[in-house]
């Protein structure tokens, strides 16, 4: 694209990779009114704010496809922009922190309340997650078909789909009759569902064989009992022939549900997240999690490609949230500028959710740019270099 004078804002000659548009090049990106107004090499400077970008990536504003943001209300809920658009994503899911009957606190408190774009997948439990203490649907009459599919059809721009958490402790035994009535309750309305692994009652793949084209699996990392892998630690089969029914898997590392052993053997068996997500909340968000940058800083330390790795926390999660459609997880000219810019950093010491550590590089949103805007980023919550 030829040059133009009067940007607003260059992001210059850092390295484009715009998995959606199939970009990885230097590049500048000029910024003017609120979008993006051209992607090339050198750019016209005159009269724009600078931002020298060089030895780091540009990519679009990341998207967060699970988080627990509903703070004030949940235990569970950290600080939807201190927590995600400060550090570097400029949409998120929250992942089943309301239900039915707290859904207007939700949009008053989360949705309305910050300047972050705010999803969010309803709990099937009309009582949400506002304790980890006591599971949601330890009374299985809490789920209340036609309550969640009011607020669905109430607030389409808001509910994107419907999450249960089937381990033992929140669903007791009733796991395969809550499953089936939130398959049907998701089909009713036309949405995805979430469903949450990980000290299940049976293996998971008695779980997946329930599921649809379009369902998503969280904690497909998790190194707890009944996870993704076999004894010889590869990827179960029924997982994989979920995944090729369309079965969507995502990592959601979480304060409890990331393995670094379970990661790097299913990432060496092919085995990619779909959707590469934190799963912040408040008991995670100053560690170990600490946010979306740093676990895809941890999933290319175990030898996930960085592209795969900003595709699944960029363009997928936009078109699994129904985000694309707003120019989300993707870089166009003429469309809103939400750009992150990430910089490597010297080795740190990076926690799993198991107790275990490695020693690698990490990512830092060093730029962050939303609806065209500069923000203020936060450094970052985690320890002392390695």
């Known amino acids: 694209m030829s040059d133009i004078q009067g940007y607003d804002l260059v992001l210059k000659g850092g390295t484009v990779l715009d998995p959606a548009n199939g970009r990885n090049e230097r590049a500048d990106v000029a910024i003017s009114g609120g979008t993006i107004a051209a992607i090339g090499p050198d750019l016209a400077t005159d009269g724009a704010q600078v931002v020298d970008c060089a030895g780091s990536t540009v990519v679009p504003g990341l998207v967060e496809g699970h988080s627990h943001i509903f703070q004030d209300v949940s235990k569970v809920g950290a600080p939807a922009d201190e927590a995600h658009l400060r550090r570097g994503v400029v949409a998120v899911a929250d992942a089943g922190t309301a239900g039915a009957s707290t859904f207007d606190a939700f949009r008053k408190v989360v949705v309305d309340a910050n300047e972050i774009r705010v999803v969010n997948f309803l709990n099937v439990s009309v009582l949400g997650l506002i304790d980890f203490r006591f599971g949601e649907l330890l009374n299985p009459d809490t789920l209340v078909v036609e309550d969640a599919l009011e607020a669905a059809a109430n607030h389409p721009g808001i509910v994107r789909g419907f999450k249960i958490r089937l381990s033992e402790d929140v669903v007791g035994h009733h796991w395969q009759a809550l499953l089936k009535k939130s398959v049907s309750l998701a089909e009713q309305a036309g949405l995805p569902l979430m469903v949450h692994i990980g000290e299940t009652e049976e293996p998971v793949p008695a779980v997946l064989d329930y599921l649809r084209a379009g369902d998503i699996v969280a904690h497909c990392y998790t190194g707890k009992p009944h996870g993704i892998l076999a004894d010889d630690g590869t990827v179960l089969p029924g997982v994989m022939a979920a995944r090729e029914r369309g079965v969507l898997f995502d ?30 909340s408040a008991r995670n968000w100053r560690g170990p999690v600490f946010d979306l940058v740093t676990s895809i800083s941890k999933l290319r330390a175990l030898g996930a490609p960085l592209d795969e790795c900003i595709r699944r926390a960029t363009i997928v999660p936009a078109q699994v949230l129904g985000l694309d459609g707003e120019g989300y997880g993707r870089l166009d000219v003429g469309g809103t500028a939400n750009v992150t810019v990430l910089t490597e950093t010297a080795e740190v010491t990076l926690p799993d959710a198991s107790g275990n550590s490695i020693v690698a590089p990490r990512l830092e949103p060093t730029t962050v740019v939303h609806k065209g805007a500069l923000v203020e980023t936060t450094p970052w919550r985690g320890g002392a270099s390695a």
């Not at 068996?269 to 934190?278: A, E, K, N």
């Open 251 to 280: 990592s959601a590392h979480g304060k409890s549900n990331l393995s670094f052993e379970v990661a790097k053997r299913a990432i060496a068996d092919g085995f990619l997240p779909d959707i590469l997500s934190s799963d912040t």
